[in-house]
């Protein structure tokens, strides 16, 4: 067993720019994250988790960003992608417990569905995916409403042949 760790925060745009990605689905009502990608911090530190735990590095060396093939790409799948590369490693994840920390919007009603197309996108049961909600009490961008912070742990396993 394996565990690895990730971070990710991106602040909202001021051109409001389409529904905000978080967890691999639209949360209408909320300007869209800044991101070389779609944004979606949630899906970049489980992908960041999932990388340390492989010891395969972080999402920018496996995308970068600037890179055209990465420009709006659903990060979705990204994480599909992450999720092939451990597996042809004979690893899979075990679990995945995430952190998403907001003032706005309210996430509550949003989470079931986040833990379900993280779970897909990895391959495991959304039993397997916790994801929670907190604020920043007020605190620094994220707790002035400017910005979306999350961190994730997974747990990856050597399969046994």
Do not use: W
């Amino acid at each position: 067993m394996r565990i690895g760790h990730g971070y990710d925060v991106h602040r909202f745009r001021v051109d409001d720019d389409g529904p905000l990605r978080l967890g691999g689905i639209a949360v209408p009502g909320t300007p869209r994250l800044d991101g070389y990608s779609d944004g979606d911090a949630l899906i970049h530190a489980v992908i960041d988790a999932v990388l340390g735990a492989a010891g395969e590095g972080d999402i920018g060396r496996h995308f970068p960003p600037g890179d055209p093939e990465y420009r709006d790409i659903d990060s979705g799948e990204l994480l599909r992608r992450v999720t092939r590369l451990i597996l042809a490693q004979g690893c899979r994840v075990m679990n995945v417990d995430a952190t998403v920390i907001a003032e706005r919007p309210r996430l509550a009603e949003h989470l079931p569905a986040m833990r379900e197309a993280i779970a897909s996108a990895l391959g495991i049961e959304p039993r397997q995916v916790n994801v929670k909600a907190t604020t920043n009490e007020g605190l620094d961008a994220v707790g002035a409403g400017g910005a979306i912070a999350v961190m994730a742990v997974a747990l990856i396993e050597d399969e046994v042949p």
